[in-house]
């Protein structure tokens, strides 16, 4: 659809390809407690100072002229979201907004049992959780960092806290997961998991393990469907790119998502907002709006969601990634709430 036959002005916000744009993720933090080789360099990133982070009444301001402008769900993601002080009462803050109607959290789970009461009676009711060994040794290739035990141990929290769905994100990488493929399908079968098996998409700092470790979804589900009978289902709610599948009377199911080999852009339903305060259009773009610069110079929430509305003119069509092909100037996911 041409530009011009769009009001940018009115109802929902709808990008220049007539897609309905009701998703918002939150990077509330660019720092983490683990250093996954697929996202983060061993030394870390040259962390945002202080100054240029935004606060949570930032974040809220942005949020409720979001949902002025139609966005229904949130997510809250970093970097490691529960690193961030007092986190749950961004959450609650968030809750409170009319026409927000789902809040997500991704996270690594370190510190969710510890914060898992708190984060619910704000209003948390589901959760990603990433996780992509079984194996405590592993685990520590995997993250550079000791934590199994207490992932494990989120994971439990989010399950007796009856949060709703619970998703693990899986990288899968040949060489150093990818045996354990079958493992991870078989949590689906006795507990409400939904296990969501992830194509390494490639940054800067990791172009090398993408091409050398790459295993497509269609491998992935190759290989879990010699465990049992494996059918296509409709998955649980959610705003992701996942497709989903499930062994004959599993309480979860298993989910792939494939931004290289069945890329999801013509569903795209979300932008994404970083740490810095800069509306990102797509994941493996530049195209952003700075709002940090006008909220902090005092635009009002109709002027912001003028704001965003107007974003809408600059989101790509699609993603044009390539096995092996760092996306553009993107050397981290923590760098835009990945
Ligand atoms: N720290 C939180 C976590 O790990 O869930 C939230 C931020 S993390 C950047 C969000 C998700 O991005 C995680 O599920 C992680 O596995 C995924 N991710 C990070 N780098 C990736 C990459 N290169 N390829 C595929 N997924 C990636
Ligand atoms: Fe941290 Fe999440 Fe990136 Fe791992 S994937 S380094 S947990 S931000």
């Known amino acids: ?77 970093g970097g490691e979201p529960l690193i961030r002080r007092d986190i749950e009462k961004l959450i609650s803050a ?21 914060q898992i009461d708190e984060l619910v009676e704000a209003g ?6 990433s996780l992509d060994t079984l194996r405590e040794d592993r685990f520590f290739t995997i993250a550079r960092r000791a934590g199994l035990a207490d992932v494990k141990r989120g994971i439990q929290s989010a399950i ?27 949590l689906t079968i006795d507990q409400p998991l939904f296990v969501r098996f992830i194509e390494v998409m490639p940054v800067h700092e990791n172009a090398a393990l993408q091409t050398e470790t790459y295993v497509s979804t269609d491998e992935i589900l190759a290989r879990i469907a010699a465990i049992d009978d494996l059918q296509p289902v409709a998955g649980p709610s959610g705003n ?24 999801y852009c013509e569903r795209c339903n979300r932008v994404r907002l970083t740490a810095d305060g800069r509306l990102r259009m ?15 110079g ?8 003028g704001l ?19 996306a553009a100037r993107m050397r981290a996911f923590s760098e835009i709430g990945g």
């Open 282 to 296: 797509c994941l493996f773009g530049d195209q952003h709006v700075d709002l940090r610069t006008p909220l902090r």
């Open 160 to 186: 007796d806290a009856g949060l709703h769905p619970i998703k693990l994100n899986c990288v899968v990488m040949r060489g150093h997961n990818d045996d354990e493929l079958e493992d991870f399908a078989r």
């Open 1 to 77: 659809m041409a530009l011009e036959t769009i009001d940018l002005t009115a109802g929902r916000l709808i990008d220049q390809f007539s897609r309905p744009i009701t998703y918002l993720r939150i990077s509330v933090t660019d720092k983490c407690n683990l250093r996954c080789i697929y996202c983060m360099p061993e030394a870390g990133l040259p962390w945002l100072p202080k100054s240029e982070i935004l606060s949570y009444e930032e974040i809220v301001a942005i949020v409720a002229a979001a949902a002025d402008a139609g966005v229904r769900s949130i997510r809250i993601t």
């Open 124 to 129: 948390l009711r589901r959760v990603n959780i």
């Open 240 to 263: 992701g790119p996942a497709r989903y599948f499930a062994f004959p009377n599993a309480k979860g199911a298993v989910g792939v998502i494939s931004p290289l080999s069945h890329d």
């Open 298 to 305: 005092g635009a009002s929430r109709s002027e912001l969601e």
């Open 308 to 326: 965003l509305r107007s974003a809408m003119a600059i989101k790509p069509e699609r993603h044009h990634l390539r096995l092996g092909e760092p």
């Open 94 to 114: 968030i809750a409170a907004i009319p026409g927000i109607e789902d809040i997500a959290l991704s996270t690594n789970a370190l510190l969710l049992a510890d």
